[in-house]
């Protein structure tokens, strides 16, 4: 293992992003008639190679390329970090892993809910306990009893456990896994570069409670970019409720991953020519939301399955209670307590986002795993606002990771007649503020990285 | 008129029978069975599906080698979008001829109001699984300069196993100006995917409007 300092992050700004709209629109129009040549075509080997030989406590990763299908059906040619072997062409190219956790007792589980043996939310919607009579439509929320779904490419690792990882490199050129800030005193850890067909190793201690980025710093942001990042998620299971010991509770967790992918960018690599990021800024065409874009992201796909997904792991779903910001973890009665639900926004895209809510504002506790002050707040020198605070708009830089609890509130301006007579469920928009964002392949609305959520009617 | 895949099973365990039909005349269990037939049928004729598909088809198609094997363009259909009932702009002349555009009614959303449907063929020789996706057609209409994706498919992504083809309608919103399009397929058959330019046969012009006339084309 060793360990060094951040690499450099060219990323874009909000402006640059906004730009992007119009220049990603007249990229994309001339295409057709200014068409560069076409790459000279690469003969892969369809033999898929054995994997490694498991070991107890180990995760294998193995960086893979292949396709992946977006949201208006094209296949867009990807790398990642795969938990088998497979070859460019296989049609279910192993691009990220299941969710993993490493438990405290030295296990490596296969789990997609944490804590993993919690109650499973059916739908993504934990249910109360029971309504609050003293608050018509409102309801009393289990406290320590549900567990929160997780995408595909979440380490879990548990305080106390040992996060070991052995990273087999099956391309052409050089990767790297790196995860940012886990390190002693916030550094990073990295099994450095590795070598065509070797194999890296990486062993450290789980950080503090919090959520990092994995990713391959290779030329950044390129190869993070073409898709090789994930998210390492650290909870300590005697306080599986809280974003960290003596810190805000919530009733379930959300983790919502920001991607945006340049189909040019990553053709590029695939056909071995290195991406000079400066010289040719991104022109993001696709913007996803935990894997999934536009029509997928909302669950209104054809799929059945990817709409199960959807719910259980991005659309944030609960019914309405009383909640009081001062102290989340707050009980009123035995097994219950007064928060929202978490929503951990991690960036390792292209672009600034402006996740932004309808219905309820977010109260955010917390960046890049420090905690804000409740109190005395201040300017940070980027201009932004460091104090807990209710947020209409929520800002994501690339890298970024921040913690919102979404209170699940009766929305501020309803009326009492309004209120009292909800027989339905109410549906509120989430969407990006960044609006290129919002559409897939140069102009598709809303294609994007989108979102909805749910008031669930009164039981 | 609905997509097949010969001597295939439905790819994505995720989107296989799962999956609602997308145009409603798409492959049910029972006509898979029938398609699953009539590819051992065809196997036994010993010639390899590229072969068969780069060496005939309708008139005016023409079959384009790929790394995997072969695609074509079979067939071209092009109809109004809207029925003039619903026009947002006066109703055009519904029986104008592709070649020379359209005057079909336009859509008030200010997207495209006319449709246009191709049927894709793709066989592939090797030994190994290759990607299918409608996505990997583009059409290019001559008279705007953007690549358009698919509107529908009745078959869904997956893979086209060794030895066999596929037979995909894709549809498409297209200008009505446009007198003529380009298509472009993406193989994706190896490591770095490639475009390929699918000659467009004859376009006929279908009478009526989608909503009426798409799912049994």
């Given at each position: 293992?060793?360990?060094?300092?951040?690499?450099?992050?060219?990323?874009?700004?909000?402006?640059?992003?906004?730009?992007?709209?119009?220049?990603?629109?007249?990229?994309?129009?001339?295409?057709?008639?200014?068409?560069?040549?076409?790459?000279?075509?690469?003969?892969?080997?369809?033999?898929?190679?054995?994997?490694?030989?498991?070991?107890?406590?180990?995760?294998?990763?193995?960086?893979?390329?292949?396709?992946?299908?977006?949201?208006?059906?094209?296949?867009?040619?990807?790398?990642?970090?795969?938990?088998?072997?497979?070859?460019?062409?296989?049609?279910?190219?192993?691009?990220?892993?299941?969710?993993?956790?490493?438990?405290?007792?030295?296990?490596?589980?296969?789990?997609?809910?944490?804590?993993?043996?919690?109650?499973?939310?059916?739908?993504?919607?934990?249910?109360?306990?029971?309504?609050?009579?003293?608050?018509?439509?409102?309801?009393?929320?289990?406290?320590?009893?549900?567990?929160?779904?997780?995408?595909?490419?979440?380490?879990?690792?548990?305080?106390?456990?040992?996060?070991?990882?052995?990273?087999?490199?099956?391309?052409?050129?050089?990767?790297?896994?790196?995860?940012?800030?886990?390190?002693?005193?916030?550094?990073?850890?990295?099994?450095?570069?590795?070598?065509?067909?070797?194999?890296?190793?990486?062993?450290?201690?789980?950080?503090?409670?919090?959520?990092?980025?994995?990713?391959?710093?290779?030329?950044?942001?390129?190869?993070?970019?073409?898709?090789?990042?994930?998210?390492?998620?650290?909870?300590?299971?005697?306080?599986?409720?809280?974003?960290?010991?003596?810190?805000?509770?919530?009733?379930?967790?959300?983790?919502?991953?920001?991607?945006?992918?340049?189909?040019?960018?990553?053709?590029?690599?695939?056909?071995?020519?290195?991406?000079?990021?400066?010289?040719?800024?991104?022109?993001?065409?696709?913007?996803?939301?935990?894997?999934?874009?536009?029509?997928?992201?909302?669950?209104?796909?054809?799929?059945?399955?990817?709409?199960?997904?959807?719910?259980?792991?991005?659309?944030?779903?609960?019914?309405?209670?009383?909640?009081?910001?001062?102290?989340?973890?707050?009980?009123?009665?035995a097994g219950t307590v007064r928060a929202g639900q978490m929503v951990r926004l991690v960036n390792p895209g292209l672009v600034f986002h402006q996740i932004h809510f309808h219905g309820n504002h977010l109260w955010t506790v917390r960046r890049n795993n420090v905690e804000w002050p409740r109190e005395y707040g201040w300017i940070d020198d980027d201009g932004h606002v460091v104090l807990q605070q209710w947020e209409d708009v929520v800002e994501l830089e690339p890298m970024d990771r921040k913690d919102c609890m979404i209170p699940m509130k009766r929305p501020p301006d309803t009326t009492d007649q309004t209120w009292y007579g909800r027989t339905e469920d109410w549906?509120?928009?989430?969407?990006?503020?960044?609006?290129?964002?919002?559409?897939?392949?140069?102009?598709?609305?809303?294609?994007?990285?989108?979102?909805?959520?749910?008031?669930?009617?009164?039981? | 008129?609905?997509?097949?895949?010969?001597?295939?099973?439905?790819?994505?365990?995720?989107?296989?029978?799962?999956?609602?039909?997308?145009?409603?005349?798409?492959?049910?269990?029972?006509?898979?069975?029938?398609?699953?037939?009539?590819?051992?049928?065809?196997?036994?004729?010993?010639?390899?599906?590229?072969?068969?598909?780069?060496?005939?088809?309708?008139?005016?198609?023409?079959?384009?080698?790929?790394?995997?094997?072969?695609?074509?363009?079979?067939?071209?259909?092009?109809?109004?979008?809207?029925?003039?009932?619903?026009?947002?702009?006066?109703?055009?002349?519904?029986?104008?001829?592709?070649?020379?555009?359209?005057?079909?009614?336009?859509?008030?959303?200010?997207?495209?109001?006319?449709?246009?449907?191709?049927?894709?063929?793709?066989?592939?020789?090797?030994?190994?699984?290759?990607?299918?996706?409608?996505?990997?057609?583009?059409?290019?209409?001559?008279?705007?300069?953007?690549?358009?994706v698919n509107r529908r498919s009745d078959l869904h992504n997956g893979a086209i196993p060794p030895g066999g083809r596929v037979s995909a309608n894709i549809s498409f919103l297209v200008p009505s100006n446009a007198t003529r399009f380009s298509a472009e397929f993406t193989d994706v058959g190896q490591g770095v995917p490639v475009r390929l330019e699918l000659p467009v046969p004859s376009v006929s012009w279908r009478p009526g409007y989608l909503e009426a006339g798409h799912d049994d084309a």
């Open positions: 293992m060793t360990t060094h300092e951040n690499p450099l992050n060219t990323a874009l700004d909000r402006a640059s992003v906004l730009k992007l709209g119009a220049a990603g629109a007249a990229v994309v129009s001339f295409v057709g008639l200014n068409r560069p040549p076409a790459p000279a075509a690469r003969r892969v080997s369809r033999t898929v190679p054995a994997a490694l030989v498991p070991q107890p406590g180990v995760l294998d990763l193995y960086v893979n390329e292949g396709y992946q299908k977006m949201v208006d059906d094209s296949l867009v040619y990807q790398r990642g970090f795969g938990d088998r072997p497979t070859i460019p062409v296989d049609r279910n190219a192993a691009l990220r892993i299941q969710p993993r956790v490493f438990t405290r007792d030295g296990q490596v589980l296969t789990s997609r809910i944490y804590p993993v043996n919690a109650i499973r939310p059916n739908g993504g919607t934990p249910l109360p306990l029971s309504p609050d009579p003293a608050n018509p439509g409102q309801h009393f929320i289990r406290r320590n009893y549900w567990a929160s779904f997780l995408p595909n490419r979440t380490i879990v690792a548990e305080t106390g456990s040992t996060v070991r990882l052995r990273v087999v490199n099956r391309l052409a050129d050089v990767h790297e896994l790196l995860v940012g800030g886990a390190g002693p005193g916030a550094s990073d850890v990295t099994t450095g570069p590795i070598e065509p067909g070797g194999v890296g190793e990486l062993e450290f201690p789980a950080p503090p409670p919090g959520t990092y980025i994995y990713h391959d710093p290779t030329n950044a942001p390129v190869q993070r970019a073409i898709g090789l990042f994930g998210t390492l998620l650290v909870m300590d299971p005697d306080d599986a409720w809280k974003v960290a010991p003596d810190q805000a509770s919530f009733e379930r967790q959300w983790l919502w991953v920001c991607h945006a992918i340049d189909p040019g960018w990553a053709e590029s690599e695939a056909a071995g020519v290195t991406v000079d990021p400066v010289a040719r800024p991104p022109v993001p065409r696709y913007f996803l939301l935990n894997d999934r874009s536009g029509f997928e992201a909302l669950a209104h796909s054809p799929n059945r399955s990817i709409n199960l997904a959807a719910h259980e792991e991005s659309l944030v779903s609960g019914y309405a209670r009383q909640i009081d910001v001062r102290q989340f973890g707050e009980d009123i009665d549906g509120y928009p989430m969407h990006c503020h960044a609006e290129p964002s919002q559409t897939a392949a140069g102009g598709m609305y809303p294609g994007g990285l989108v979102a909805h959520w749910q008031l669930k009617a009164s039981l | 008129m609905g997509g097949t895949w010969d001597g295939a099973r439905i790819a994505d365990p995720d989107m296989g029978e799962e999956v609602e039909d997308r145009a409603g005349s798409g492959l049910s269990r029972r006509r898979f069975g029938l398609a699953m037939g009539a590819a051992i049928a065809a196997g036994a004729g010993g010639l390899s599906a590229a072969v068969t598909l780069l060496a005939s088809g309708p008139p005016g198609t023409v079959g384009v080698p790929t790394s995997f094997g072969a695609a074509r363009i079979t067939s071209a259909q092009r109809q109004a979008r809207l029925a003039e009932s619903t026009s947002t702009t006066p109703a055009g002349h519904a029986g104008a001829h592709a070649a020379a555009g359209s005057t079909s009614p336009q859509p008030v959303n200010m997207t495209y109001g006319d449709h246009l449907l191709l049927r894709l063929e793709i066989a592939n020789d090797t030994d190994a699984e290759i990607a299918f996706s409608p996505g990997l057609l583009r059409v290019l209409p001559n008279s705007e300069p953007w690549w358009i």
